[in-house]
């Protein structure tokens, strides 16, 4: 019987598409929902489309970070994530026996037992967003200069969301631009990148819309985070049918913390405010998917006008 009959018409549009990137060769399956292997030709359009983001925003003199997809624990731990995000987190365990314990792992096993459970805490968590790493390390220089600070990172990022929509990934990598300062220099970062995040990817050819946002705050308390985060405006999203024409997938988001990692981090701005921080993230998967979507498989056979844009 076919499992998938008994999905929505929205989950089986997202299997559809998910079936024909593999059959295509772009996605390669692992077996396991939302961990892929990519293509040349998928990783190809992900780098160009990387550079095109330093085109847009590498003329701001941003401070350049690559962080490994991995957290310090400690960091982590002091972020917040855990009161917002229990549900999507992942931690890297590892074993750490002695040959007794070795020698029961591997019976475990061979008998198809639970092994996981003898893995024990490392001090590295997987980065659950790309500007995780920013904050504290921001926070050690001391005071920020009076135009504040602009970071640029990429990263992999993990969530536990397994899904059979290839746009819901768990392994995925975001490119962020990062502004820390005062409410009125993060405000107008954010403003600038609604605006150029917009004609970015309408220089693709991809139809956009840009709305109203939240984040899936976990629990009771989270339905009211999640609402109070609207109301404020704090969150937008660009959003592009990918999967389903119904429920178009954020490709892009301008997030505003306001002063929640100023405060967790004490970041402060020259004259001693706690400072405030926003960021604009890109889904380097999520832009691929829609442009193979909307332009097709064969990079080929894309409009011109946006090889041009990719490929120059
Ligand atoms: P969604 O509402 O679809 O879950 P999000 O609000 O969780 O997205 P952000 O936390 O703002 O997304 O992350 C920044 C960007 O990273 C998103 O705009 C999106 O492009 C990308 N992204 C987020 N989650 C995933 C995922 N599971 N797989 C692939 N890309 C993702
Ligand atoms: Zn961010
Ligand atoms: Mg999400």
């Not at 731990?77 to 792992?105: C, I, M, N, W």
């Not at 390390?137 to 504040?148: N, Q, S, Y």
């Not at 405006?233 to 954020?250: C, D, N, R, V, W």
């Not at 701005?269 to 442009?291: I, K, N, S, Y």
């Amino acid at each position: 019987m076919d499992m998938r009959a008994e999905g929505t018409p929205v989950e089986n549009g997202q299997a559809a598409f998910r079936d024909a990137l593999i059959a295509a060769g772009l996605l390669i399956p692992t077996g396991v929902d939302g961990l892929y292997g990519r293509s040349g030709v998928f990783e190809d359009v992900v780098e160009r489309f990387n550079d095109l983001i330093t085109t847009w925003g590498g003329g701001d003199g941003a401070d350049v970070m690559r962080f490994p997809p991995g957290v310090a624990r400690h960091q982590f731990e002091q972020s917040g994530y855990l009161k917002s995000f229990p549900h999507l987190a992942g931690t890297v365990h590892a074993f750490k026996g002695d040959e007794r314990a070795h020698q029961s792992l591997l019976r475990r096993l061979e008998e198809g037992d639970e092994w996981t459970d003898a893995q024990m805490a490392t001090n590295v968590v997987l980065t659950p967003a790309a500007c995780y790493p920013v904050y504290p390390t921001i926070a050690e220089r001391g005071p920020l200069p009076a135009d504040g600070a602009l970071v640029d990172v990429y990263s992999y990022c993990f969530r536990h969301e397994p899904s059979l929509d290839p746009a819901r990934m768990q392994l995925f990598r975001m490119r962020e631009y990062v502004c820390v300062g005062t409410p009125e220099q993060v405000m107008e970062f954010r403003q600038s990148w609604v605006e150029r995040g917009r004609a970015l990817m309408e220089s693709l050819a991809l139809p956009v819309a840009v709305d109203l946002a939240n984040d899936p705050f976990f629990g009771r308390a989270g339905r009211m985070l999640a609402a109070s985060q609207r109301d404020q405006g704090l969150k937008f999203e660009l959003l592009i049918p990918i999967a389903s024409a119904e429920q178009p997938t954020a490709c892009l988001s301008f997030n505003y913390h306001q002063d929640h990692f100023g405060l967790l981090w004490d970041l402060r701005t020259p004259d001693g405010a706690v400072a405030h921080t926003a960021c604009v993230g890109f889904g380097m998967e999520r832009v691929a998917l829609a442009l193979f979507r909307h332009h097709g498989f064969d990079v080929k056979a894309w409009p011109a006008a946006v090889r041009a844009v990719l490929w120059g």
